[in-house]
């Protein structure tokens, strides 16, 4: 079975641009997660998404938002692109929510880099 | 608030010697903690999780981790190391929120460098 699968890989853009990501999760997975890591630290949470609706927020300003589809699948958008924007954006997966020690299955990422 | 904390940037240890990678976390109620590996242009590998039970927990590529109460750690271990083992490594506490969420919440990560 495949993964999660993120697209794309690597993205350039330069500030004040506007930026989708997208996310597949794995087959059966209705919890979609977007974290952000800056480069030299840990994963910061962003959003988490159940069954097409917004369940959780991170400290993130409104310049970030996304959506889940009828699919699970799910898109992070980030507009008005600043430099400190620049990191790699992981999606996670899992298969429900509201339990504790549910492991989440992340893909291998989506680069930005501003420029 | 819940954090953990990974007191080591780097690692380094010699191909077939055991290797420990620190972790010691603070939560409020009953920790549930997890072990992810990073190589380099990937995303993150789960490696092992601890809800409850032993404490000692063991999880995929020969790794187990020991959870320690007391001293508030979950250490990973593995008796034997290998080259490939070298990697970025992530302690994380799972948080559920009030709205019936719940996300990681990572500590800064830890170089691990296995030399031949």
């Known amino acids: 079975d495949a993964g999660v699968t993120q697209s794309p890989t690597h993205l350039i853009k330069t500030r004040g641009q506007q930026v989708t990501l997208r996310c597949s999760p794995i087959?059966?997975?209705?919890?979609v997660s977007w974290y952000q890591q800056v480069l030299g630290q840990g994963p910061q949470f962003i959003f988490q998404?159940?069954?097409?609706?917004?369940?959780g927020r991170g400290n993130f300003p409104d310049r970030f938002s996304a959506r889940q589809f009828p699919n699970y699948s799910s898109e992070l958008n980030v507009n008005a692109l600043l430099l400190g924007d620049s990191a790699l954006y992981l999606c996670?997966?899992?298969?429900?929510?509201?339990?504790?020690?549910?492991?989440?299955?992340f893909g291998d990422g989506t680069r930005l880099s501003i420029l | 608030a819940q954090s953990v904390a990974q007191p080591e940037d780097q690692v380094n240890v010699a191909e077939g010697n055991p290797l420990t990678v620190k972790c010691t976390y603070s939560?409020?109620?009953?920790?549930?903690l997890f072990w992810y590996v990073q190589y380099p242009n990937r995303g993150l590998q789960f490696l092992l999780k601890?809800?409850?039970?032993?404490?000692l927990v063991k999880g995929s590529y020969g790794f187990e981790a020991e959870f320690n109460k007391s001293q508030t750690s979950f250490h990973l271990k593995k008796p034997s190391a290998l080259v490939s083992d070298s990697a970025l490594y992530f302690c994380?506490?799972?948080?559920?929120?009030?709205?019936?969420?719940?996300?990681?919440?990572f500590g800064a990560g830890t170089r691990l460098a296995v030399h031949p």
């Open positions: 996670a997966s899992s298969n429900q929510i509201g339990r504790e020690g549910q492991p989440q299955h």
């Open positions: 087959s059966g997975h209705k919890s």
């Open positions: 998404y159940y069954e097409k609706e917004e369940r």
């Open positions: 939560v409020s109620g009953n920790p549930y």
């Open positions: 601890y809800i409850t039970g032993d404490n």
């Open positions: 994380a506490v799972s948080h559920l929120f009030s709205g019936g969420y719940n996300k990681l919440i």
